[in-house]
């Protein structure tokens, strides 16, 4: 079982909630949290605030942590980015605020089934649709990342365990070079599929 986009059935008020008006909540909360996060002190109030989301959405604290994993090493590698060209209140405010988000979307993820977002993403696109966006393909194309994202994530935790099994060390030919020819055929695959069934 993948770990990202796991939706868990639930009876909470946020299971209950429009998959629309919980992507636009989404999106409004990141974006308030960038702007009004700018100090250790808010951080850790934005953070008593995510976690009482997530308690209303009684998620497990071990299901969301092991959403946020995969993300640890883009956090920490940010973090040391931040260090060297700022400082570590700035560190801790930067990648804090990250998490966060990803804390978010994990619940909106959680308890949101994926045809539920890409209809509420389908209908907000409808007025596109008057000046030529081809609104169907592209919520087709936000169906296959959604699904392209899990799939990711399962093969670098395959790659990851085979490295680990043949006792090398870590190295971007070892690691990466594998999770991108699989990246490349996975496109493949869905393209191929796509012409199958006559679709451009």
């Excluded at 998490?99 to 979307?105: D, E, H, K, T, Y």
């Excluded at 393909?137 to 994530?153: D, G, N, W």
């Amino acid at each position: 079982m993948t770990v990202l986009g796991v939706y868990q059935p639930g009876s909470s008020l946020l299971h209950r909630m429009p998959a629309g008006v919980k992507l636009l909540a989404l999106g409004a909360v990141i974006a308030v949290m960038s702007v009004l996060v700018d100090s250790p002190t808010r951080l850790g109030v934005a953070a008593v605030g995510v976690v009482a989301i997530i308690a209303v959405a009684r998620l497990g604290a071990r299901s969301v942590v092991t959403q946020l994993r995969p993300v640890l090493w883009v956090v920490l590698f940010i973090f040391g980015f931040q260090l060297l060209f700022t400082d570590w209140h700035r560190a801790l405010v930067v990648c804090g605020t990250l998490l966060l988000s990803v804390a978010l979307a994990a619940v909106v993820t959680s308890t949101t089934r994926t045809t539920d977002m890409l209809a509420a993403m389908t209908r907000g696109m409808r007025p596109l649709a008057r000046v030529g966006v081809p609104v169907e393909q592209v919520a087709m194309a936000l169906a296959l990342a959604i699904r392209s994202i899990p799939l990711m994530i399962e093969t670098v935790r395959q790659v990851e365990e085979a490295r680990r099994a043949r006792g090398l060390r870590f190295s971007p030919r070892i690691v990466v070079t594998p999770v991108v020819v699989n990246a490349l055929r996975t496109a493949d695959g869905f393209a191929e599929a796509l012409s199958a069934r006559g679709l451009d």
